[in-house]
Nanobody, 124 residues
Framework: QVQLVESGGGLVQAGGSLRLSCAASGLTFRWYAMGWFRQAPGKEREFVAA????????YYTNSVKGRATISRDNAKNTVYLQMNSLKPEDTAVYYCAADYSGTGTSVANEYEFWGQGTQVTVSS
């Protein structure tokens, strides 16, 4: 049974930082590209970042470039999202997802497995 469990969300002031973690089990982690998505109230789920199998390639949506860093530790079956200089518009539920194709696509429905999400709230 595949499980992706996010953690690290919370309430933070604008300009602050958070590090999200996603621990994977039940799959061969190193075979999957991993992505982070987010969904704000009343909005569609949107791509945030992705990282390929070995971690050598990363991709970001424009709104977080320069403020976010995605990384992975294949020995720990964990993917991370470091978010700095947080803005109120970053407020959302953040989800991690696993992509067997390994492409690190920004398209949500191409990811096979999803976590339950962790809430990030940025106050102004």
């Amino acid at each position: 049974q595949v499980q992706l469990v996010e953690s690290g969300g919370g309430l933070v002031q604008a300009g602050g930082s958070l590090r999200l973690s996603c621990a994977a089990s039940g799959l061969t982690f190193r075979w999957y590209a991993m992505g982070w998505f987010r969904q704000a109230p009343g909005k569609e789920r949107e791509f945030v970042a992705a990282i390929l199998l070995s971690g050598g390639s990363t991709y970001y949506t424009n709104s977080v470039k320069g403020r976010a860093t995605i990384s992975r530790d294949n020995a720990k079956n964990t993917v991370y999202l470091q978010m700095n200089s947080l803005k109120p518009e970053d407020t959302a539920v953040y989800y991690c997802a696993a992509d067997y194709s390994g492409t690190g696509t920004s398209v949500a429905n191409e990811y096979e497995f999803w976590g339950q999400g962790t809430q990030v709230t940025v106050s102004s």
